[in-house]
């Protein structure tokens, strides 16, 4: 029996059934859910290099974050189920860092995330955060395809 579940949440259809999995396992389990939410900078870390101000791009980042993860957690306490979210900063590196980071420091015991299913060149061009989560991380994966 799972007791905590994180979900990490991009706003992507494939995300909002991985969110719409893990309310249903945690209304079964008795479980609580962490959302969490990654404002990966490096996007717009270029326009720097071009004078442009990016301080105005990554607050609308974050803000539009904290939205997803507002609307998260509505989805939750409306089917009755206990959570919380955290969000993330990256300058460097995969989301799946910043997703492993927060299951190890909160203590989750399982994460259920959505995967676009991307295989061969696709997959190798634009990565997968769920591949690494799935490689790296200490507890059970539940990953959630996309439709």
């Known amino acids: 029996m799972y007791r905590r579940i ?6 992507s259809a494939t995300s909002v059934r991985g969110l ?10 008795g479980a609580k859910l962490r959302l969490v939410h990654v404002v990966d900078e490096a996007v717009v870390l270029g326009g720097a290099e ?6 105005p791009v990554v607050a609308a980042l974050v803000r539009s974050g ?3 993860l ?3 957690l509505r989805t939750a306490v409306k ?3 206990d959570a919380d979210s955290a969000i993330y900063e990256s300058m460097s590196g995969p989301a ?3 997703i492993l980071k927060e299951a190890t420091k909160w203590r989750a015991e399982l994460i259920v ?12 061009v634009l990565g997968s955060d769920a591949e690494q989560v799935v490689r790296l991380a200490k507890v059970p994966v539940l990953l959630v395809r996309g439709g």
């Open 66 to 68: 904290r939205t997803l």
């Open 79 to 81: 089917a009755g189920v």
């Open 70 to 72: 507002e609307r998260g």
């Open 96 to 98: 799946a860092d910043s």
């Open 50 to 55: 071009a004078g442009v101000d990016l301080e």
């Open 113 to 124: 995330m959505g995967t676009h299913g991307r295989r061969g060149v696709r997959r190798l």
């Open 6 to 11: 994180l979900v990490p949440v991009d706003g």
């Open 20 to 29: 719409r999995e893990a309310v249903a396992l945690a209304k079964d389990q």
